[in-house]
């Protein structure tokens, strides 16, 4: 599939670190040991910056004077899926008329329509929202990739991939948005608050088609690996009060001990080697993450400047962060072929190959 252009979208309110650790240190932190673990955990994030769909001050209203920090779960999952319901659509919006605005493709052009998020649900969704608000045809065909986790962009390019390849004329939207911030954790668990150090709202999406030679770049191939025994390592629930993640420290002992000899023979089938690999977009799920991999693959200390930008400057987004990664890198025209890689629940690892 040729892509013709990247958009993204940011909604408006901004959370500094400073902010998330006095927002933390009110309603979550029960004592001095846990605002310490608290602003280490955020100094270790790097995330400098982060957007939100909820002014941050609305959490206040959670806060249990008499009970204290961490004494109230904050809102119901109802609550915040009315806030996704609320939100998701009109960032969607954004990110996709940017990106059909960028490729010179009207909306009325698109066959078929890729949705991906795993913070909310909602139906009719994003994707009725996205065909009555951008004027999509009503016989656009759709496909939801919903609740793969950070790496659903990748899951979501090899599903437009299909559509693209299946017809010459094909057009293909597609539109990962992910409302993160929605399932702050308000009281502390040890194996869930580092969520609240890294997450953050975004959308970015991609207008792709067959082969035409108008595109800024081609993706060739993709690939998934399970690693064994690894199903505790990350994992993505729904409880009472949000969805719950959890992220252990086996994540990247696991990545270093399995990423290169699966890359290699995944790269084989493709008549590549891992030293011919011009650039890489690795979604920055955290530091540690991006550290594991540049390790296990020897890469230079610049290799993922994109990626660790991107974690800086607006968080980990979960889906649509890689779909920023790659609208970073074509604008600084790296070398290709580029390799993209994300993680998820299961621990999976994703891949595309894109040249």
């Avoid at 940011?10 to 309603?27: F, G, I, K, W």
């Avoid at 209203?61 to 109230?72: R, T």
């Avoid at 150090?197 to 067959?210: E, H, I, K």
């Avoid at 000899?261 to 530091?287: I, K, M, N, T, Y």
Wanted: proline share 5%.
């Amino acid at each position: 599939m040729e892509v013709l252009a990247i958009g993204t979208a940011l909604p408006e309110y901004t959370l500094s670190p400073d902010e998330t650790a006095e927002m933390s240190q009110r309603l979550v932190c029960r004592n001095e040991r846990e605002a310490r673990l608290m602003r280490a955990m955020l100094r270790h994030s790097r995330v400098t910056n982060r957007h939100t769909c909820v002014p941050h001050q609305l959490a206040y209203q959670w806060l249990d004077e008499e009970g204290g920090a961490s004494s109230n779960p904050g809102p119901t999952t109802r609550e915040r899926m009315e806030w996704y319901a609320a939100h998701a659509g009109p960032l969607a919006a954004i990110s996709s008329a940017q990106a059909l605005d960028r490729a010179g493709i009207s909306a009325a052009e698109i066959s078929h329509l890729v949705t991906v998020s795993c913070t909310g649900f909602d139906a009719p969704g994003v994707d009725i929202h996205l065909i009555q608000k951008l004027g999509l045809q009503p016989t656009t065909q759709r496909v939801h990739v919903g609740y793969m986790g950070c790496h659903g962009a990748l899951n979501g390019l090899r599903v437009a991939s299909a559509f693209a390849g299946s017809q010459p004329e094909a057009r293909v939207l597609l539109a990962a948005t992910e409302l993160c911030s929605l399932h702050f954790r308000f009281q502390w668990q040890d194996e869930s608050i580092l969520a609240n150090a890294l997450f953050a709202d975004g959308s970015a999406a991609l207008v792709g088609g067959s082969t035409v030679g108008t595109g800024n770049f081609r993706v060739v191939a993709s690939g998934s690996c399970l690693v064994p025994d690894s199903q505790d390592a990350m994992t993505w629930s729904v409880g009472n009060h949000g969805f719950e993640m959890t992220l252990s420290s086996r994540v990247p002992v696991l990545i270093g001990e399995y990423l290169v000899p699966w890359l290699e023979s995944w790269l084989h089938q493709h008549d590549l080697r891992l030293s011919q690999v011009g650039s890489w977009a690795v979604h920055p799920g955290g530091p540690k993450i991006l550290s594991a991999v540049e390790s296990a693959l020897e890469l230079d200390d610049d290799a993922l400047l994109h990626s660790r930008a991107v974690l800086q400057q607006l968080g980990n987004m979960s889906s649509p962060t890689l779909l920023f990664i790659l609208q970073r890198m074509l604008d600084a025209d790296v070398p290709r072929p580029i390799v993209a890689l994300g993680f998820g629940p299961g621990l999976m690892v994703e891949a595309a190959l894109i040249k």
